[in-house]
Every structure is written in C-alpha cells, then in structure tokens.
C-alpha cells in the first residue's frame, strides 16, 4: 500500500513510519504533507528521498478548500492510506469521509482518556498512574474512533509533562508501525457501518 504521513511539526513518528517500513513489503511512505512550511519533520523526509509537500491554508479559503487540495495531492500520488502523525489540525468531514477507513491518527493517551491537546499535561493532572498512547481511524469526532493499537507507560512521582511527552512518544514510534502494518495487510479493518474493527 502506497502511504502518505501528514504532519505539522516535528515528525518523530514520521520518523519511525518511515523506518519500520522501509523493508516493509505491506506498506511504504512515499509522501509527506506539511501544513507548517517549518516543520522540523520535512527535511527528515527529504533525507530518506520522500516526496514532500507544503500545503499552507491560506487565509482567503475554508478548511474544506484547503482539505481539497490536500486530496488532490493524494489522488494524484495513488495513496491508499493516509496517517495523522502530528497533523495539527482538525480534520472536516470532507477528508474524514473521503478517507474514511484508510485515515490513521496517534494521540498521546489511552483513549477514551483524555481527548483533545495536551493529554500527557490532563493525565499527569489526575494523578493517573499509567497512561501511554492509541493508534485509531479518524472519525469526524475528535480521538473518537475504532482503536487499533495501544501502548501503556508507567508516570513516575516526579514527572513533568517533557518527562511525559518523551516516555509515551517511544512508544509511539513502536505502536504506529505496527497498526500501520496491521491495516495495509488488511488483517485489521474499519466496519464503515458499525464503525467498529474488524480482524479478518
Ligand atoms: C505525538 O505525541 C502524537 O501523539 C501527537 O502529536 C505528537 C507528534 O509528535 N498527535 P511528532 O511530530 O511525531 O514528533
């Protein structure tokens, strides 16, 4: 399956996408969308020769306009899964529905705890003793949707949200391929009608 990785900044997951994938005969990254022109992530694409693009949203168009030009982008590069690594933004049914399935996000938590930014801070703010990190499709809800993978870290006594934000993002980097791997071999697949998984 042909992937493309959309990320605003500094594509850590990207990162370990790319590398886990690289031998891979499932799934290969061959494009990275940025909506930050800045974005740490894109020259680390450029180094391991992925095609890249910056796709800004200007200020003269809607959220929809700007989707739009990020699914020609995927249309034209034959993509068959896209995944969220990082991508700042909150996604319109436009690209949810025309993804629906194929579209992949990790957010920093065990979900359904903590939705929404800054999860590692929420997490570390209840006094929870374990959090961790969920690979999930995207819904039109936010972190809403049918959950592939999961990781669980422990939260020591004296963590600060850096401390945090670190210990869950290695395992990120181990979960994301994974779940990647799990869907472009299709052993793993979103029930469009119940929107539940379903193993095959
Ligand atoms: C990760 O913590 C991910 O879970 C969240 O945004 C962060 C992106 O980090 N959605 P990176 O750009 O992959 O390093």
Redesign the pocket.
């Known amino acids: 399956k042909r992937v493309a990785v959309l ?8 990162e370990a996408l790319i590398k886990e994938t690289s031998s891979s005969s499932v799934a290969q990254i061959v494009l990275v969308i940025s909506d930050k022109a800045k974005a740490g ?1 894109l020259n680390i694409a450029k180094n391991y020769n992925i095609q890249t693009q910056i796709v800004e949203k200007r200020s003269n168009e809607t959220r929809e306009m700007h989707e739009e030009r990020i699914h020609s982008l995927l249309i034209a590069a034959g993509i068959d899964i896209v995944c ?4 700042m933004r909150i996604l319109t049914e436009f690209l949810v529905n025309n993804w629906r399935g194929k579209l992949l ?4 938590s065990l979900l359904p705890s903590f939705p929404g930014v800054r999860s590692q801070k929420q997490a570390l703010e209840k006094g929870v003793k374990f959090s961790g ?1 969920t690979v999930h499709f995207v819904e039109v809800e936010v972190d809403a949707g049918a959950i592939i993978e999961q990781g669980i870290v422990s939260i020591k006594a004296d963590d600060q949200e850096e401390d945090l ?1 670190e210990r ?2 290695s395992v ?1 980097h181990q979960i994301y391929p994974k779940a990647l791997k799990l869907v472009a071999s299709e052993k793993v697949k979103l029930d469009l009608q119940t929107g539940k998984l379903i193993y095959i």
Not at 84 to 87: N, R, T
Not at 105 to 108: C, K, L, Q, S, V
């Open positions: 990320i605003s900044g500094t594509g850590s997951n990207m992530g969220l690594a990082g991508y996000n990790i957010h920093p990190c934000i869950i993002k990120e």
